[in-house]
Nanobody, 123 residues
Framework: QPELVESGGGSVQAGGSLTLSCAAS????????MGWFRQAPGKEREGVAM???????RYRDSAKGRFTISRDNAKNTLYLEMNSLNPEDTAMYYC?????????????????WGQGTQVTVSS
């Protein structure tokens, strides 16, 4: 059973930066489609960024130009670098992996999920 473990969350002030990590075991990220999702209190989970098995990436509009998804195949780890954070980015962030190919930001297209890491941005 694949396991995804997120880390790197925390509390920052608006304008600050954080880099989230997702360490995978029992699953090879280099040949997989993976994504980052987030869920704020009282809101539905939404896709933030994804990278497909060929290296293509996709971002939600509010993340474009501020967030960068990447992976280190040697470490089998996925990253999300977040810059220019604002209070609207406050949420629990989840790493997810698909069992097949996808380039979507729809949570239903992803099978394996981590437990999440909290990001809080204060104004």
């Amino acid at each position: 059973q694949p396991e995804l473990v997120e880390s790197g969350g925390g509390s920052v002030q608006a304008g600050g930066s954080l880099t989230l990590s997702c360490a995978a075991s029992g699953y090879t990220i280099s040949s997989s489609c993976m994504g980052w999702f987030r869920q704020a209190p009282g809101k539905e989970r939404e896709g933030v960024a994804m990278v497909d098995k060929y290296g293509g990436s996709r971002y939600r509009d509010s993340a474009k130009g501020r967030f960068t998804i990447s992976r280190d195949n040697a470490k089998n780890t996925l990253y999300l670098e977040m810059n220019s954070l604002n209070p609207e980015d406050t949420a629990m962030y989840y790493c997810a992996a698909a069992r097949g190919w996808t380039n979507s930001l729809v949570q239903g297209d992803y099978t394996y999920w981590g437990q999440g890491t909290q990001v809080t941005v204060s104004s």
